[in-house]
């Protein structure tokens, strides 16, 4: 995976897509799937709605450190078979067979096959609703990935790829932010 | 437009689609262009994630209304033009020629053309991050709509589209919620 600038966060994250999260809690990493996501402004802050239901929330909250992975159609069964096990009982990493990779700026590991990854320090935490605010510290892309699709959860088990692309960009000109 | 269950109000903001969101002041309706949205909850909380620099901002938070459209490929270019004009000086439904509909428990209208329009009441907002917890009362459907795609921003000034789909219930039937 390559770096890229880190105003491209938001280009992963404002589509809505369905994520991977992973954390380390100074023993083994851990991985959760997250769907419900925000992006918040143009300095790469983003937002996780989560809570103690998940295993690695307490990681996440500890450590203050995350990566946010984007995984395309290939590894759309593994992402919601990570939801479905607990890492409290379980090596997800093992079992469904994932790959990882070390980060650079957090200890929670980077996943392979995926088509980025965000790693991010936790800013902020409102536990009234979950909110999980996040700083993204470094974007890595996947150039290798042939599916670089990113991949949406409808909520009902069912899930939709990205398809049609249009470009607005000249409509909207005076109001893209810098960098993008 | 025919209303759905409650419940159905998540696989419409869970995927992460662009929004259009209109208010009522009192006087005259406006509508917003927001991608920065995520589900909540099962209960059909959502959050907006919005500021003063929108002027229906004001109307939002005063009259604690407003309803969530989710615009097609067919209305994107329009979706992209109201992210472009204020309603401070102009008429947006008719410089853009948006028809509008009456809403059922809402004041702000429903917007003709988008895929699915859901009436909101605002219960709550976090001034630092400018988040506003939505909840979805009426859930509409429009069935006549030729292409139910929903479009997602990618904050470069480029969209895409819904493409392919996967059903992947029978992996995660465990923990769908009811009703869905």
Redesign the interface.
Known sequence: MKTLPLEKA??F?????LTLVTTFDGKKPNVMTI??????DFNQHI?L?TGPWNYSFDALLKTKECVVCLPG?AL??KA??V??ISGETEDKFKKLRIKTYPAKKVKAPLLAGCVACLECRVTDY?KK???V?LQVMEVWHNERCRDK?????????????????????????????PG?
Do not use: C
């Not at 769907?35 to 918040?40: D, E, G, R």
């Not at 949406?152 to 109001?175: P, Q, W, Y």
């Open positions: 938001l280009t994250i404002e589509p809505g897509p769907s419900w996501t925000a992006a918040l937002l709605v159609p759309l069964k919601v078979q939801g479905m409102i609703y979950g909110f605010i699709r990113l991949v949406h959860a409808v909520g009902d088990g069912t899930f939709t790829a990205d398809g049609e692309h249009f470009n607005l960009r000249a409509l909207m000109k005076e109001k893209l932010p993008l």
